[in-house]
Every structure is written in structure tokens, then in C-alpha cells.
């Protein structure tokens, strides 16, 4: 019978399920959480390896959270690390979905419920905008890179195109990219 490395296994779970409970707006928000913990606490890998793989998780469709543990979880402990880390991010996150929309029945939706939540949305905004700067720091490397951010950025915002259609025509610009420099780096040598 295979010997699994418990404390990595249950470093994955708290990892995830800390981020799955206390981190509110998504997957975006949680990165900064994940990484402090995956990279700095556990040492279950470098910062540059845990950013290609929320880079990845983003990219792929779905959860986030759950796509960022799947690949860490994977990379830390093989396939029931995966597994670990994956309950992890959802446990939570399903029973608190259960007794809020339970609630949300009960609670008043004036008066100071209601300036809960807007800071709550605010730090947020706050973590999401943390989980940018250090995703766009290790990405943003190259002028190619900065203008297809920008051009994204403006699809996106100024023109309200379909997000899964900018991923997929930034995608296909980066290939052809690749394509012409391959092709004149060849032509060179």
C-alpha cells in the first residue's frame, strides 16, 4: 500500500479551505492568500512555478479556486493531493452557499447587513487587485505581452466583448506571434 506524506496532505487542505472560506470574490481574490501559504509557509514550491499555474488556472474554464488547487495539489502530492487540495477549495464554500441562501431569507437587507457587505465587496476589489499586479508582474514581461493586455483590456472594458472570445483571439495572435519570430529566427541562422 502506498504511504501518503499526511502533513502535505492535510497543508493542502488547510491551504485550500482557508482560501475557500475567508477569501470572498472569487478565485482572483484568493491567489494572494494561496501563494503566501503554498510558497512561503509550506515551501510546496517557487513563486514562479505557483504563478505559471494560476496563470494556467485561469485560462482553463471553471472555478478558479478549484483549477488552481487541482494544479497544486497535483504538483505537491500526485493525484490524492489533487484530490485533498480540490475538497479543500469546495467543502466550504458549498455548506456556507447552503446556510446563506438559507438566510438570506431572515436577514435584513437594510441598515448595517448592508454596510457589511459593501465593504466586504470593497476589500474584494482590494484582493482582486492584489491577485492582478502580481499575476500581471510575472506575465507582462515582454512589449508583445503589454499590448495584449491593453488590447484585452479595452476589448473587454471599452467594448464589451465576450471575455471567452478575447482569451481565444489572444491565444491565436500569441501563436502567430510565436509563428513569425520562430520563422525569422530561422531565416537568420
Known amino acids: 500500500m502506498k504511504k501518503y506524506n499526511l ?6 487542505f488547510i491551504i485550500f479551505f ?5 477569501t470572498f470574490a472569487g478565485g482572483l481574490a484568493m491567489l494572494p492568500v494561496i501563494e503566501k501559504d ?11 512555478e505557483f504563478l505559471e499555474y494560476a496563470t494556467l488556472a ?18 505537491a ?19 456556507i452557499m447552503l446556510a446563506a ?30 491577485a492582478a499586479f502580481s499575476l500581471g508582474a510575472h506575465n507582462l ?12 483590456f479595452a476589448l473587454v472594458f471599452f467594448f464589451d466583448v465576450s471575455t471567452p472570445l478575447v482569451v481565444l483571439a489572444a491565444g491565436i495572435a500569441g501563436y502567430v506571434y510565436q509563428r513569425i519570430r520562430a520563422k525569422k529566427g530561422g531565416e537568420a541562422s
Open 7 to 12: 502533513k502535505l496532505l492535510w497543508g493542502l
Open 18 to 22: 482557508k482560501a475557500g472560506t475567508f
Open 38 to 48: 503554498v510558497v512561503e509557509k509550506y515551501r510546496m514550491m517557487g513563486k514562479e
Open 58 to 75: 485561469q485560462t482553463l474554464p471553471g472555478v478558479i479556486a478549484l483549477n488552481c488547487a487541482t494544479f497544486v495539489g497535483r504538483r
Open 77 to 95: 502530492a500526485g493525484t490524492i493531493g489533487m484530490l485533498v487540495a480540490s475538497f479543500g477549495a469546495t467543502f466550504s464554500a458549498f455548506f
Open 101 to 130: 441562501t438559507i438566510a438570506l431569507q431572515y436577514i435584513p437587507q437594510t441598515g448595517p447587513v448592508v454596510g457589511a457587505m459593501r465593504c466586504i465587496r470593497a476589500a474584494s476589489a482590494a484582493l482582486i487587485l492584489s
Open 141 to 152: 514581461k515582454t512589449s508583445f505581452a503589454i499590448i495584449m493586455m491593453l488590447a484585452s
